[in-house]
Nanobody, 121 residues
Framework: QVQLVESGGGLVQPGGSLRLSCAAS????????MGWYRQAPGEEREWVAT???????NYADSVKGRFTISRDNAKNTVYLQMNSVKPEDTAVYTC???????????????WGRGTQVTVSS
């Protein structure tokens, strides 16, 4: 029904930058908040950032001032610009979106499969 596909992960040196994208497709009536989460090896998944359809954004303290979330509502796509990355940013980054499939229905959370980000010299 609905697919979220991330891209843009890879290997980056400490202090470098990377831009992740997540595109939603399928039978979509509307999309509410879209966000990014990450999970490092041996750790629990943690919330990174969220952007509402109206453009409001929120960030985890660990990435505030370094990461920027944005979205293109016309393309059903959310981005995560990662600057000044650190080794502790190494994780699988997964996007999430609250999707309404038809008018009047509740929002359903959908998840992507994730993209690996490795910060290492």
């Amino acid at each position: 029904q609905v697919q979220l596909v991330e891209s843009g992960g890879g290997l980056v040196q400490p202090g470098g930058s990377l831009r992740l994208s997540c595109a939603a497709s399928g039978s979509i009536f509307s999309i509410g908040p879209m966000g990014w989460y990450r999970q490092a090896p041996g750790e629990e998944r943690e919330w990174v950032a969220t952007a509402t359809s109206g453009g409001n954004t929120n960030y985890a303290d660990s990435v505030k001032g370094r990461f920027t979330i944005s979205r293109d509502n016309a393309k059903n796509t959310v981005y995560l610009q990662m600057n000044s990355v650190k080794p502790e940013d190494t994780a699988v980054y997964t996007c999430n979106a609250g999707v309404r499939l038809t008018t009047g229905t509740l929002s359903i959370p959908f998840w992507g499969r994730g993209t690996q980000v490795t910060v290492s010299s």
